[in-house]
């Protein structure tokens, strides 16, 4: 009946691993021409059929999550999480939780929560200096393209201040131990 659709059963989402939102949510999309014909055929289940919208707010929805998606399996995913990728990364989702004027009521409001508490996480000045010196000192980042001008200077500035304290107080234990 439906050749072209793959036959995967539906995910359940579970608040105690990441990702499943968007896994069920992708499952849910790919299943769709199934999912309504079988909701059409029970008469007990037409009130659970979406409507042209709540699929395009869906469609939308793992849209907007794909980047969370991307960004919690890079990390995951990898022996050693790397903090120096979290600004980057942190800086990608920024850009994709910002509302747009095209966007549906629903996903405006997603992305405002979405943003939100990115910021609440992140905005404090030690985790974001914290993730910006991380990733300065990384060669995978060196241009540092995830940070505004003013924050590569401050980034800079600390790191060279840091070496030049370092240096005196090298020379000042030479002068030490000489005298």
Not at 37 to 52: F, G, K
Not at 89 to 103: C, G, Y
Not at 145 to 155: A, G, R
Request: net charge negative; glycine share 2%.
């Amino acid at each position: 009946m439906f050749a072209d659709v793959p036959k995967h059963h539906l995910i359940q989402d579970v608040v105690t691993q990441c990702n499943l939102t968007y896994d069920m949510i992708e499952r849910v999309i790919e299943q769709q021409h199934p999912i309504s014909a079988i909701l059409l055929q029970r008469r007990d289940l037409i009130h659970l059929e979406m409507s042209t919208n709540e699929w395009r707010v869906l469609e939308d929805t793992i849209q907007l999550l794909k980047p969370f998606n991307v960004a919690t399996r890079c990390l995951s995913g990898e022996r050693y999480p790397i903090i120096s990728a979290l600004g980057p990364l942190l800086k990608e989702i920024q850009k994709e939780v910002t509302p747009d004027a095209n966007d549906w009521v629903a996903v405006k409001e997603l992305k405002m929560a979405l943003q939100e508490d990115q910021e609440n996480r992140y905005i404090h000045p030690h985790v974001s200096g914290l993730l910006h010196k991380a990733s300065f000192v990384d060669p995978s980042f060196k241009t540092m393209k995830n940070l505004s001008l003013t924050q590569k200077e401050e980034v800079i500035d600390t790191k060279r201040n840091k070496v030049i304290d370092t240096i005196l107080e090298e020379i000042i234990q030479l002068i030490e131990g000489n005298s």
